[in-house]
């Protein structure tokens, strides 16, 4: 059986330039669970419990199957809870609940309640900065960093105030986004 790896594109700050990480994600055929690989730090290895918590409180259910997530490049030292958002849509578009096709696109930056809701990561204006010089034209932030993340010139907001919203959004589902 063959995985599908699916990759959402995220931005990691590991000095005066951001550097673009892509997260994939695939299902294997083992018990249920995940393991989150390349170089996470203990916050960032702590996503896998925020992700499977807030997509169950979402009602958007990931496999019942081992989910590996891959930050990647794996030697590039990775850390903060800013990732959870891209991990979440790597695991969930792996897992078929999300539309794979476009997430690299697409730089995202937010950290999960476990609840869903999103939430301002540190360093997020650095990180839109940094998106924009790494050549994204869009990044998608938790609403409450929208108006932050505007004052960069020349890059689109995606604002989403949950986990759901970020779905819908790929799942096009008809929500006005600004």
Avoid at 58 to 78: D, H, Q, T, Y
Avoid at 104 to 130: I, K
Wanted: glycine letters at 10%.
């Amino acid at each position: 059986m063959s995985a599908t790896v699916c990759r959402v594109a995220a931005i990691a700050l590991p000095g005066l330039h951001g550097t673009t990480v892509l997260v994939e994600a695939a299902v294997s055929t083992q018990l249920p669970g995940m393991a989150i690989i390349g170089l996470p730090d203990a916050a960032l290895a702590e996503a896998k419990q925020r992700v499977r918590l807030a997509t169950q409180q979402m009602g958007l259910a990931l496999s019942e199957r081992f989910i590996v997530v891959n930050l990647s490049p794996a030697a590039l030292p990775k850390q903060g809870s800013g990732f959870d958002l891209a991990i979440a849509l790597a695991a969930l578009a792996a897992s078929g609940k999300v539309p794979g096709g476009s997430l690299t696109d697409t730089a995202h930056l937010g950290e999960l309640s476990l609840d869903g809701a999103l939430r301002r990561p540190p360093g997020l204006l650095s990180a839109v900065l940094a998106a924009r010089e790494l050549g994204f034209r869009r990044v998608m932030v938790p609403a409450q960093g929208a108006r932050e993340a505007a004052l960069v010139p020349g890059i689109e907001v995606i604002a989403a105030r949950d986990l759901r919203d970020a779905v819908s959004w790929y799942r096009d589902e008809g929500k006005h986004w600004k």
